[in-house]
């Protein structure tokens, strides 16, 4: 069974940062994505970055291009994004989800995010 499960969310002020994780189980990745995205309140949800398992390579979101990064642990099975700069409008639920074939096919429970103004 494959699991996906996020941690670090909390509340951070506009300017701060944070660092999420997302420990992940029950399959090996290879040339697989995994990435993050976010849902705001009567928003849709929204990609964030994702990141090819095997070569490293990352895609960004517009909207946090520059201020976001994410990276692999191979070893620990983990994606991590590094939220530096952050701004009220960051303020989600932030969901970690890997692909099979292309298509996103798991996604963990999500984490909140908060960046008070």
């Known amino acids: 069974q494959v699991q996906l499960v996020e941690s670090g969310g909390g509340l951070v002020q506009a300017g701060g940062s944070l660092r999420l994780s997302c420990a992940t189980s029950g399959r090996t990745f290879s040339n697989d994505f995994l990435g993050w995205f976010r849902q705001a309140p009567g928003k849709e949800r929204e990609f964030v970055a994702q990141?090819?398992?095997?070569?490293?390579?990352?895609v960004y979101g517009d909207s946090v291009k520059g201020r976001f990064t994410i990276s692999r642990n191979n070893a620990e099975n983990t994606v991590y994004l590094q939220m530096n700069y952050l701004k009220p409008e960051d303020t989600a639920v932030y969901s970690c989800?890997?692909?099979?074939?292309?298509?996103?096919?798991?996604w963990g429970q999500g984490t909140q995010v908060t960046v008070s103004s």
């Open positions: 989800a890997a692909t099979i074939g292309g298509v996103w096919h798991y």
């Open positions: 990141i090819t398992w095997n070569s490293g390579e990352t």
